[in-house]
């Protein structure tokens, strides 16, 4: 079983959907959780950075942090073709900082 | 802010030569820096991390004498390809932080292509 799991998809959705993406986890120690944004041939951009449970919202995007399901989401409100690319989820323990990369969901939004 | 610069972004190269890939943390201190190494259509796999005048750490599995890594500043990391040969052709991805509890602000990566 790999550490973290994602849905590689293709998932796609028209404008103006909201989109759900998700990760789920075995590693009960990850207390840092992080959404990627990478579009072809380009380096991830940092999205959303959550420590420890609960929810946050930045602009359309929301993360949600599920500890005791060891689930994480992300949530796009109004989507946008613009926003079609891969999302990566990753996850880190405190002291050593490495992250553990799920395989990411590409997304496509459909004008 | 948090801009992290990658060089090159292309290099395509004959067998048996060395390359080598600049990674800077352009507005920011970064005392520590990570090389990843991704394949097509999967996930990024870390290979080191360097923090900056030590030697670097090293995941398992991957030569230490084939990945030179030198993280001489707090704004500049290399990662050296020595003698490199067609399996080593990926794309390779450095990031940067500002410290350990701060995310890991990406690179546009290098695409390594090996004649």
């Known amino acids: 079983q790999k550490e973290v799991e994602q849905d590689p998809g293709p998932l796609s959705v028209p404008e103006g959907a909201i989109v759900s993406l998700n990760c789920t986890y075995s590693n009960s120690a990850f207390q840092y959780f992080m959404w990627y944004r990478q579009y072809s041939r380009k380096g991830p951009e940092l999205l959303m950075y959550?420590?420890?449970?609960g929810n946050k919202e930045d602009g359309r995007f929301t993360a949600q942090v599920d500890k005791s399901s060891k689930y994480i989401s992300l949530f796009i409100r109004d989507s946008q073709p613009s926003d079609s690319a891969t999302y990566l989820c990753?996850?880190?323990?405190?002291?050593?900082?490495?992250?553990?990369f799920g395989t990411g969901t590409r997304l496509k939004v459909l004008a | 802010g948090a801009v992290v610069s990658q060089h090159p972004s292309w290099v395509i190269c004959k067998s048996g030569t060395s390359v080598k890939i600049e990674c800077r943390s352009l507005?920011?201190?970064?005392?520590?820096m990570f090389w990843y190494r991704q394949f097509p259509k999967q996930s990024l796999m870390l290979m080191a991390t360097s923090n900056e005048g030590s030697k670097a750490t090293y995941e398992q599995g991957v030569e230490k004498d084939k990945f030179l890594i030198n993280h001489a500043s707090l704004t500049l990391s290399t990662l050296t390809v020595t003698s490199a040969h067609p399996e080593d052709s990926s794309f390779y991805i450095c990031?940067?932080?500002?410290?350990?509890?701060?995310?890991?602000?990406f690179g546009d990566g290098t695409r390594l292509s090996i004649l």
């Open positions: 507005d920011f201190q970064a005392t520590t």
């Open positions: 959550t420590y420890s449970s």
């Open positions: 990031s940067a932080t500002l410290q350990g509890n701060q995310p890991q602000h």
């Open positions: 990753a996850m880190a323990t405190s002291g050593t900082y490495k992250y553990i």
